[in-house]
Every structure is written in C-alpha cells, then in structure tokens.
T-cell receptor
Framework: AQSVTQLDSQVPVFEEAPVELRCNYS??????LFWYVQYPNQGLQLLLK??????LVKGINGFEAEFNKSQTSFHLRKPSVHISDTAEYFC????????????FGTGTSLTVIP | NAGVTQTPKFQVLKTGQSMTLQCAQD?????MYWYRQDPGMGLRLIYY???????DKGEVPNGYNVSRLNKREFSLRLESAAPSQTSVYFC???????????FGSGTRLTVV
C-alpha cells in the first residue's frame, strides 16, 4: 500500500511571495503523483500530475511540482501567490500497477494574506 | 456540462434514519469512488467500483453500502445514520490508465 504525508497542515503566506507545500510518500512500488486543489465549498480539481519523464511538472494557475525519487517527495511550488490561491491542497499517490485507487494526504490549507 | 453530478448537495438526518447519496458521471469512466472528507483527516475511501458490476471496500466501509447501478451511476447508502457519519461526501470517477480523478461537488451531510 501507499501513504502520503503532507508536512504542513496550514501555510500562511503574503501575497506575491513564493510558497512551497511539502508532500512525501511511501511506497514499495513505482507511483504516479498528483496535486489537487479544493476551493471553499467546492470539489477537488486536478492541479498537476507526474506520470513519467521530466521530474519538473507544470500545472494550472502557475503551480509546478518536482518529483524527487530518492527523497520520495513531490513538493508543490509557486513563485508568486495571489489572493485567489487561498484553498486546500491535497497530494495524492497511485501505484502504477495497483489499479486506479488513490491515496490522499491530509491536506494543506494555504492562506494568502493581502 | 460533462462531469460528476452528486445529489443532494446538503442533507440533515436524524440518528437512525436512512438515505441514499446519488452519483452519476457522463464521461464513460470505468471506475467510480466514494470518499468522505473530515477536518484534519483528508479524504478517506469508503467504497469503490473498478468497473460495472464490481464493488470493493475501501478504508472506512462500516455503516455504508453501495450499488453500481450501471456504468454511469454509483450510489452510497446509509442504512442507519449515526452522528459519526457527519461529513462531506465526494464521489469521483476515473478512466483506465494514467488519469486523475474527476470529483463531484460534494454532499454535506449532518446527522443529529
């Protein structure tokens, strides 16, 4: 089985500052990795995903993430945040050969301060 | 619009009452899922259906039943609601292969 750890439950950051949301996973098999965003009172939307190839993945809204196999990490970054980025962010992992079941982290609440 | 549709959006139940949460997708996805979301605990899988005609338990199945009615629809039933089932419930679907989930907008359930 796989598991996901999001190290920070809450991250406050000032508008236009950079941000990094941390995600580590554990798995005995190769994995696919995902970041989802949840705006208040909405469902989850896919932000970006790593399947194979380049370890730097770019997603929507200016976010990017880097897969680091040796550190089993998939941290999410944005160089300059906006008020509209305030949301809950979830990291998720899925084994490449273990069906479609995803495992989610507990989420990181990003609050952008004006 | 294509996607995952959940009904109802909000529901209040008394302890012991039963209800069914409905989910339908129009993307021809094979797999469908039910998650619950609780503060500080992220999303936990209740049941999933890898394909039409199959269902399997997830991490927290107790107190729930599911039905994969056809390829489009996957319902979640609470036979005797308990306050511990107060949560936000999300349905999701996915295609075979490398794709992520598509989520519904959620059902906010309160059991009093």
């Amino acid at each position: 089985a796989q598991s996901v750890t999001q190290l920070d439950s809450q991250v406050p950051v000032f508008e236009e500052a950079p941000v990094e949301l941390r995600c580590n996973y554990s798995s005995s098999v190769s994995v696919y990795l995902f970041w989802y965003v949840q705006y208040p009172n909405q469902g989850l939307q896919l932000l970006l995903k790593y399947l194979s190839g380049s370890t730097l993945v770019k997603g929507i809204n200016g976010f990017e993430a880097e897969f680091n196999k040796s550190q089993t990490s998939f941290h999410l970054r944005k160089p300059s945040v906006h008020i509209s980025d305030t949301a809950e962010y979830f990291c998720a992992v899925r084994g490449t050969n273990t069906g479609n079941q995803f495992y989610f982290g507990t989420g990181t609440s990003l609050t952008v301060i004006p | 619009n294509a996607g995952v549709t959940q009904t109802p959006k909000f529901q209040v139940l008394k302890t012991g009452q039963s209800m069914t949460l409905q989910c339908a997708q129009d993307m021809n996805h094979n797999s469908m899922y039910w998650y619950r979301q609780d503060p500080g605990m992220g999303l936990r899988l209740i049941y999933y259906s890898a394909s039409e005609g199959t269902t399997d338990k997830g991490e927290v199945p107790n107190g729930y039943n599911v039905s994969r009615l056809n390829k489009r629809e996957f319902s979640l039933r609470l036979e005797s609601a308990a306050p511990s089932q107060t949560s936000v419930y999300f349905c999701a679907s996915s295609a075979q292969g490398n794709y992520g989930y598509t989520f519904g907008s959620g059902t906010r359930l309160t059991v009093v």
